[in-house]
């Protein structure tokens, strides 16, 4: 059974990602995996849990998507480059629980406002969650009640902190907040392969 300290590190975390996936559009996938380092969880129980969080997520956000429906100025690439996108998200998305990065330079470089891509990566993202979590669902044993309660317990923080994100982002430039989003990616990075060395 996880411990009330290992909890609330767990909450921090989700919390963090949750707000920078709703101020950026994208980040909840890579910061909560990469943050399980901070804690002691393995990477299965933080897949699983990611996952599980992120179908949340990615309907909480849905609110976004009468901007699929507006008409836009767009800068087309050529598919091709987001065949590629696709499938390195996808590779991505199955081994990290973070397809994020690929997919979101392909549909922003789409949008003339890059805040009016939001609501196609959520769409895009939303799908990716539903066959991932399908895939545990099936074919993995790492759901386990102590997820699921981790998990429910989660949703208001996922929703609240996403919402928050969100509200905030036409206000404050998003500059400073990603080079701590960086800066929190790569030191948890860094520790999940000290974790992975012992």
Sequence with gaps: MLDLQCFLQVELIVAFAAFAQGFTGLGFGIIAFAGIAFTQWDLERASVLTTFLLLFLNCTILFAVNELFRPHICRKLHMAVGAAAGVLGGFLAGAFTAAGPPLALF???RYENP??????????????????????VCFGDGV??????????????????????????????AATFLKIVYSFIGLAGVLNILKGLQ
């Excluded at 309660?149 to 969100?166: D, H, K, W």
């Design 115 to 136: 805040a009016d891509a939001k609501s196609t990566l959520q769409v895009v993202f939303l799908t990716a969650t539903l066959l991932r979590l399908f895939n545990i």
């Design 107 to 109: 549909i922003y470089s």
């Design 144 to 173: 386990s009640l102590e997820i699921i309660r981790i998990g429910a317990l989660s949703v208001p923080v996922v929703i609240g902190f996403t919402v928050m994100g969100y509200m905030l982002t036409r206000r404050f430039s």
